[in-house]
Structure formats: C-alpha cells, structure tokens
C-alpha cells in the first residue's frame, strides 16, 4: 500500500492537530528519509529545454528557482496551512518581511488602514511611517474596543490589522466582534497570531481573512532561526501576496525553514508547558508587585475574552512597576538565571524593559498612548522548573526591596 503523503490535502485534511504537527508537508525523496530533507539549492535543471519553458509557462508542475519555490520551505508551508486551517500559506525571511508584504501587496495610495494602537514596535513603524509615505492612511484604535474599529472606518478603508494579545501590553481584541465588522464592509482583517501561534488561537474560526506570524517566536521556539509565515485563501496567497513576494524576493531559506519544521513537531507540547509555567511565575508575581498583565490570570481585565478565544495564555506577559526605569532596569540587572534578553518564544526565560528596546523607536508620546510605560518589563517564560524562575525572581526583586 502507498505510504500516506503529508502534501495531499485529501489526506491531511482528516489528520488530527497532533498529526498535522509531525507529519503534515512531508514530501519523501527518493532515499526515503525520515527527517524531512534540506534542499539547500538556488536553481533547478530541466531534462531539456522543452520542460523549462514549459514550467516557466506554468503548463508543467515542477520548480524553477528558490526565490519562487523550495521543496524544503513549501513543506513548511504545507506544515503551517494544516495547523492554521488555511487554504495556503507563504512563509517569508523574518516576521516583518510578512507584515510588509502583507500590507503592500494589498494596499494602494489613497487606501486606509485601521490598527490596533498595541503592536510590535515595528508594526507600528510599518503603520505610522511606511504607509503614510506612500499615500496610504492610517488611524490606530484601541483594539480592545471594538467600536473604535467600526467608528475609523472609511469609505477606502482596505485593511484591518492588530496583534491579540498584543505585544508587550497584553490588551485582548474580540476576534469575532471585530472581523465581523470587517466582513461586514469588505474589508481584510489582518491578525498578527505571533503570541499564541496556531496551538493556542486559530483567528480565522473567528473570520479572520489572514493571518501573519513571526515564526521567529514560538513557532521555531528555541531562539535560533528568524522566520515568518502569511495564510490565507488560495485566491489572496496566489494572486494577492505571491506576485509581490516573488518579485520582491523576502524568501525564507530551506535550512531555516527546515528549523522551524522540526519547531513544529513540539509547538503544542512547548507552548501548553511554558502557558502553565507562565501561570505559575505571574501568579507568584501578583504577590509582589503593584500589576501583571496576563490574560491567564482572572485579575486581567480580559481574562473571560482570552479564554473563549484562546486554549491557554501562552508564555508571554508583562508586568508594570511603579518605580519607573531605574527600578525596572534595577529588576533585570538582579537576575541571574532569567536572561536580559528582548526575544521572545524561547524555551528559555527571557526578560526586558520594552520602553528602552523593542519600543525605543516609537516615540516616548506614542509609547505611552500604548501602554508602554517606563516601569514596564515584559516577560518570556521558558521551559525550565518554574520553582527556578519563581527563586530568581525572588531574589531580584528583593535586591530593588520588593
Ligand atoms: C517578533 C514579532 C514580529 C516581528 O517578527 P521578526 O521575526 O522579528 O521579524 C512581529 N509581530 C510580533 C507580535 C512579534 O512578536
């Protein structure tokens, strides 16, 4: 009997999650190896010059050049449509290269934008600065709210676009209320998942056009690779996103993709562990200082929300201090175990103080119409014994006499 191939959806379609995550995309070659292959190559030869024309027509199946396809990354790709429940995905060189490419290859001067005022600091840039050089206008709302998405609508708006939970200030967007207010108006709602990843949140269940990830994050979940990854239907991956990526060329490479591939074999078992270990430290932490931000906790203002939208609150949350820099600077420099470091989705504990680096470039105005305050430290939860965490914690937090 034919083994079973990750790549026919026929097939995939009926394979549970878990299923997916191991063995979804895998495409044998010959050899028949078990870990799927890198195909570390730019080119591709033809049996002869008839069959090159012949796939540069699109008449003949077959790849022609790595910028445009890749056995290694489309097996990803397979990979990610699966556990997203996507007709199609595109992963590209970094988490950026797929919000740019997103947003451009949908949007014209004289469109508008609405976003979620919590972001990245990087999206924001994207929304601030990039869009409006090219003509496109841009408003930002609260994304908690969702009238606020409703009242910013234009004629020409094209594209909504907002993170939940949102980086680093943990504010929770109703998927449902607010892709259907984009439906409702022809509009393509946008979600960056990067936080919760396909295992914890699926947006398009709740009418989310698109989703855009940073597969940098948990997706790879061991602080090795930069990825990231665009689904969608078939019609906005191949006519919307492909024409412009293709000659654009953000291309992920199949040594990278091939990191992620094998992130993905344990993504639900990394991102449910480090959720729990998270609940434990922020539970620790709600002892000692003035406010945690994280969705898992009954004491967030959108913990019911999190929780219909979500399977667990994943490893990220952030705390705010009252002491302002100097005591939160204060913290980080007391740990010893926990690493000062701004990454996120890593198997190891990771800590910083969002104002001084992932939002340094946002202006101090901005930061603060964010939530982005001085006193705020933003907290990746890893892998290791939360008892460790909870220890070095304890300790710093001591050193600042808290
Ligand atoms: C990290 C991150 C990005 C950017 O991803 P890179 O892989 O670093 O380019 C975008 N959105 C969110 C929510 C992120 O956490």
Known sequence: MKRRTGQDRSITDTWRPATRAVRGGTARSEFGETSEAIFMTSGYAYDCAGDAAARFAGEQQGMTYSRLQNPTVEMLEHRIALLEGAEACRTMATGMAAMTAVLLSQLQ??????????????????????????????TVVDARDPQQFEDAVRPETKVFFFETP?????????????????????????????????????????????????????????????????????EFIDKTLLPFTRNTG?????????????????????????????????????????????????????????????????????????????????????????????NIGDSRSLMTHPASTTHNSVSPEKREEMGVTEGMLRLNVGLEDPQDLIDDLDRALGKIGL
Not at 181 to 201: E, K, W
Not at 297 to 305: A, M, V
Not at 311 to 321: N, Q, S, T, Y
């Open 109 to 138: 001067t004289g469109d508008h934008v609405v976003a979620g005022r919590a972001a990245f600091g990087s999206c924001r840039w994207l929304v601030d600065t990039l869009l409006p050089k090219f003509g496109i206008a841009t």
């Open 166 to 234: 949102a980086n680093p200030t943990m504010d929770v967007v109703d998927l449902k209320a607010v892709c259907d207010i984009a439906r409702a108006r022809g509009i393509t709602s946008v979600v960056d998942n990067a936080f919760a990843t396909p295992a914890l949140q699926r947006p398009m269940e709740f009418g989310a056009d698109v989703t855009a990830y940073s597969a940098t994050k948990m997706m790879d979940g061991q602080g090795r690779v930069l990825a990231g990854a665009v689904c969608g239907t078939k």
């Open 250 to 342: 953000p291309t992920l490479s199949a040594f990278n993709a091939w990191v992620v591939l094998k992130g993905l074999e344990t993504l639900d078992l990394r991102i449910r562990r480090q959720s729990e270990n998270a609940m434990k430290v922020a539970s620790f932490l709600e002892t000692r200082v003035p406010t945690v931000l994280y969705p898992g906790l009954p004491s967030h203002p959108q913990h019911n929300l999190a929780m219909s939208q979500m399977e667990a609150a994943g490893p990220i949350f952030a705390v705010l201090l009252d002491g302002g820099r100097t005591q939160a600077h204060g913290l980080l420099d007391g740990l010893e175990l926990i690493d000062i470091s701004n």
